[in-house]
């Protein structure tokens, strides 16, 4: 089977009803060095190839599960994978797509930031706040006292959120992952279509 066309494969749909989709995303970004795209200044990307609402049989639902499933296989490349996300339309599917390899960048990116103070703090520096940008997990490099110093230092509070660290206390990349997709989502509020969010 040849590989997927590399053209997002989605569809207008104005009934904007809860649904289980396919998509195949390329995730070569990722096989990229962190130097590399250190140089291009820019983060790595997902990009999605195919976007496809489940058949409604399960029969049928197994049946395209394993032919897309065996078109990733066919095409040879590791950086293919095959996802399924709850969501309102096609497009919604492709953005929630997106946002969630963003967001687990942008998680790796708040973890070295942290470690960065850390590992310092065991030359005596001491614990504080951080001031992380949203987007892509990034700092201002600055280790602030509190929260409102950290806070009161952004121009753009609104695209950052502030954390405490401790070197008792080092977060995983899943908690890094959990905390800025909660701030992510907050400023929009009630942004929920049958509990699925809407606003990615």
Request: overall charge negative; aromatic content about 4%; hydrophobic content about 40%.
């Amino acid at each position: 089977m040849a590989a997927p066309s590399p053209t997002p494969a989605y569809r207008v749909d104005l009934d904007k009803r809860i649904d289980e989709y396919l998509v195949i995303v390329d995730d070569r970004d990722a096989l990229t060095s962190v130097a590399e795209h250190s140089r291009e200044s820019r983060m790595p990307v997902r990009h999605v190839l195919l976007v496809v609402r489940q058949a409604a049989h399960p029969a049928e639902r197994q049946a395209q599960l394993d032919e897309l499933a065996d078109s990733c296989l066919d095409a040879e490349s590791e950086s293919l994978n095959l996802l399924t996300f709850t969501a309102v339309s096609h497009g919604h599917a492709a953005d929630l797509a997106r946002w969630e390899y963003a967001v687990a960048m942008a998680a790796h990116g708040m973890v070295e930031v942290i470690d960065r103070h850390l590992d310092a703090g065991a030359r005596g520096w001491v614990a504080g706040w951080v001031a992380i940008r949203i987007v892509d997990g990034s700092s201002d490099g600055v280790l602030y006292a509190d929260a409102e110093d950290a806070r009161g230092a952004q121009r753009r509070l609104g695209r950052c959120t502030v954390f405490p660290i401790s070197p008792n206390d080092r977060p995983s990349v899943r908690d890094c992952e959990a905390h800025l997709k909660a701030m992510a989502h907050r400023p929009h509020g009630g942004c929920t279509l049958l509990g699925v969010p809407t606003c990615y």
